[in-house]
Antibody, heavy 119, light 107 residues
C-alpha cells in the first residue's frame, strides 16, 4: 500500500525550531518529487516547498513565506522526507501534509501533523 | 505569483444536481491545473490533473476542462459523499498556488 506518515509536530514557542518527518512506503521514493503543504486552522491550502527526484538532483524550491527559515531534505535509504523549521512564527501554525507528486498532480497525502506556534 | 480565484466560494446544491466550479488564473498556465476534494478533518484528495485528466479511481461524474486562464470542475450528478470543499491548484510555475476553495453544502 502506498502510504505517507508524518510525525514531529507539536507545540513550540515563537522563534523556536521543529523538525517534521515523513515516512514513505509502497513506492519507489527516489522517483518522485515530494512536497510539503500546510493548512492553517479554518483556512485553505498553502504550498510550502518541494524536493525534486533523484534524476533532478534532489534540488529544492520554497514558498517565499518560509524561504530561509525552512529546509527540506530527504534520506533515500530510509525512504524519508524531512522539513527543518527554524525561527517559527505564530503564522506557521497549521496542519502540515507530506505529499507525493505524480505526473501533474499531488496524488498521495499523509494524514498530516499539527504544528502550533504559541507562547 | 499566479493567483487563482475560484467561484463561487460557497454553493448549496441537492443530491442529483449538476454543479460547476470555476477557477480563473491571473496569467496563463496552459493545462497545468489540478483539482482536489477535501472533507473536514481529512487530507485533500486528487480528482483531476492536467486540467481534464481524471485521477485513477475517481468517479466519472467528475470532469474538468479549460486551458490558459479559465478552468472548470463539473460534477454531473451530485452524490451525498460529494459535499466537501474543492480546491484548484496551478503547477505551471513556482510558487505553486491554490485557489481559496469552494465549499459545497447540501441544500
Amino acid at each position: 500500500e502506498v502510504q505517507l506518515v508524518e510525525s514531529g509536530g507539536g507545540l513550540v514557542q515563537p522563534g523556536g525550531s521543529l523538525k517534521l518527518s515523513c515516512a514513505a512506503s509502497g513506492f519507489t521514493f527516489s522517483d518522485h518529487y515530494m512536497d510539503w503543504v500546510r493548512q492553517a486552522p479554518g483556512k485553505g491550502l498553502e504550498w510550502v516547498g518541494r524536493t525534486r527526484d533523484k534524476s533532478n538532483g534532489y534540488t529544492t524550491e520554497y514558498a517565499a513565506s518560509v524561504k530561509g527559515r525552512f529546509t527540506i531534505s530527504r534520506e533515500e535509504s530510509k525512504k524519508s522526507l524531512y522539513m527543518q523549521m527554524n525561527s517559527l512564527k505564530t503564522e506557521d501554525t497549521a496542519v502540515y501534509y507530506c505529499v507525493r507528486m505524480h505526473k501533474r498532480g499531488m496524488d498521495v497525502w499523509g494524514q498530516g501533523t499539527t504544528v502550533t506556534v504559541s507562547s | 505569483d499566479i493567483q487563482l480565484t475560484q467561484s463561487p466560494s460557497f454553493l448549496s446544491a441537492s443530491v442529483g444536481d449538476r454543479v460547476t466550479i470555476t477557477c480563473r488564473a491571473s496569467q496563463g498556465i496552459s493545462s497545468s491545473l489540478a483539482w482536489y476534494q477535501q472533507k473536514p478533518g481529512k487530507a485533500p484528495k486528487l480528482l483531476i490533473y492536467s486540467a481534464s485528466t481524471l485521477q485513477s479511481g475517481v468517479p466519472s461524474r467528475f470532469s474538468g476542462s479549460g486551458s490558459g486562464t479559465e478552468f472548470t470542475l463539473t460534477i454531473s450528478s451530485l452524490q451525498p459523499e460529494d459535499f466537501a470543499t474543492y480546491y484548484c491548484q496551478q503547477l505551471n510555475s513556482y510558487p505553486i498556488t491554490f485557489g481559496q476553495g469552494a465549499r459545497l453544502e447540501i441544500k
